[in-house]
């Protein structure tokens, strides 16, 4: 197959408005009169992001949901995205059988289309460059520079399962309930970011970011953004049972530098109730710490850097 057959055979079937049938050079963005645009992308690779034996529609999946994790942190709306594959010459069809599938699942799941892309061999490793794209009511975007001095901090999920799922894979810790190895490899291989809760962070955050290297560093990013300081309570950070029974009492810090999480974090009122856990405030000052029984602690590692 050349890559005109993969197009027209896996991706044109997941071809939506404006794209085409994936058989012109460009797309048109369908716009949404009174909204923004907000774009995001990110690259996932072999080794890096995901391995080379995962099953290839969680990595189809994981490209996605990166990217529309991003958006939900934003307050936006999913909508369209494009596919930029660096293919290696052993891929087989059944593997892209299988990735195509994965991205028909979850078009269905988030209500998106694919736009279009490009195609392409490398003799390095796989690698799936994603942008996506989504709407937000003019104007209503979250940013990560509006935290206010009194805000209280907010994350949605659970924390730092993904990295233990990674560590496991990685042979650095064994766990000998099932349920739980295969919970956390789960979350590791197929992020579930909560896109739900869009609207109504819309409605009362004051900034937010998603949780992607590690709860602590990408809580740094408001508080740079915003010119404050971010203290977070480490008792009342969510921790799934099973990562507990992974990491037992080192489970918050390693849960708070693991990253991959693709949770959201945010800054909001004090005093509010909803679908995420309050874990700290903002005051004046900058950085962000971990208080552990009200010390300030060193955290392991300042949260996942590629460089
Ligand atoms: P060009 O001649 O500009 O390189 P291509 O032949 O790469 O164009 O692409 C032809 C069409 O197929 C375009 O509409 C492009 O967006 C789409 N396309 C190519 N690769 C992909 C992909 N991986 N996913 C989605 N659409 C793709
Ligand atoms: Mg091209």
């Not at 594959?85 to 269905?108: K, N, V, Y």
């Not at 209503?140 to 990295?163: E, H, P, Q």
């Not at 900034?207 to 740094?220: E, R």
């Not at 010119?227 to 080192?250: K, Y």
């Amino acid at each position: 197959m050349d890559e005109f057959d993969i197009i027209a055979k896996y991706f044109a079937p997941l071809a939506g408005e404006g794209a085409f049938g994936l058989k012109d050079d460009a797309a048109l963005v369908p716009t949404r009169a009174g909204h923004d645009l907000v774009v995001t992308t990110d690259t996932i690779s072999e080794g890096v992001d995901f391995f080379a034996f995962d099953p290839s529609d969680a990595i189809a999946q994981k490209a996605l949901r990166v990217n529309l994790s991003d958006l939900a942190a934003k307050g936006a709306q999913a909508a369209y995205y494009l596919l930029n594959l660096s293919l290696p010459h052993s891929i087989s069809e059944s593997w892209l059988a299988g990735f195509a599938q994965g991205l028909a699942r979850d078009q269905e799941t988030f209500a998106i289309s694919l736009l279009g892309g490009d195609t392409g061999a490398t003799d390095g490793p796989l690698c799936i460059a994603l942008t996506a794209f989504g709407f937000v009511p003019k104007g209503t975007m979250v940013k990560r520079s509006g935290a206010r001095l009194g805000d209280a901090v907010y994350v949605t999920g659970t924390i730092g399962d993904s990295g233990g799922g990674l560590a496991i894979f990685k042979r650095e810790k064994h766990i000998l309930n099932e349920a739980d190895r295969d919970h956390l490899i789960a979350r590791y291989r197929v992020p579930q970011p909560p896109v739900e809760f869009a609207g109504a962070l819309r409605a009362v955050a004051h900034a937010s970011v998603d949780v992607s290297d590690g709860l602590i560093a990408d809580l740094a990013h408001i508080a740079a953004a915003s010119g404050v300081r971010i203290v977070v309570e480490g008792e009342a950070v969510p921790l799934s049972p099973p990562l507990r029974a992974l990491w037992g009492d080192d489970a918050l810090l390693r849960a708070v530098v693991a990253g991959d999480d693709y949770q959201i974090a945010f800054t909001a009122p004090p005093g509010l109730e909803g679908p995420f856990t309050c874990i700290g405030r903002v005051e004046a000052g900058e950085g962000a710490e971990l208080l552990i029984a009200g010390r300030k602690t060193v955290l392991p590692s300042g949260g996942y850097r590629h460089f």
